[in-house]
């Protein structure tokens, strides 16, 4: 009995410090830290919470191992695509006319 509460939450510790070490969020790793520890109370899916603790495990120590020059590749790579996409994901910029210059123009059609 006590194995079934604890193993989860081992589980959901291990997956939170491997989420964290890959992405620096602490929100992330709780939200995917919840996965086995919710999959595993629940008894409704112990092996897919096992599979996500192995995963961000394994993804953790293979980027652990990875050599720092090309860790700062990565890492520019990425913002350089987090700051397009955040530049596409606006709309364009349209110039926007003061009431002052639209009421010159209106007397300017008007003389």
């Known amino acids: 009995m006590i194995t079934r509460a604890l193993k989860p939450l081992v589980e959901s ?3 939170f ?8 969020s602490t929100t992330t790793a709780i939200g995917i830290g919840l996965i086995p520890l919710a999959l595993g109370w629940l ?3 112990s092996a897919l919470g096992a599979a996500v603790t192995v995963i ?3 993804a953790g120590l293979s980027w652990y191992a990875v050599p720092p020059d090309f860790k700062g590749v990565v890492h520019a790579q990425v913002k350089e695509a987090m ?3 955040s530049n596409q994901a606006k709309p364009p910029q349209t ?4 009431d002052a210059d639209a009421s010159t123009d209106a007397h300017k059609s008007n003389q």
């Open 83 to 85: 700051g397009d996409e």
């Open 13 to 15: 510790i291990i997956t």
């Open 43 to 45: 008894s409704i899916g």
């Open 56 to 58: 961000s495990v394994v």
């Open 95 to 98: 110039a926007h006319r003061d």
């Open 17 to 24: 410090v491997a989420v964290h070490y890959l992405t620096g």
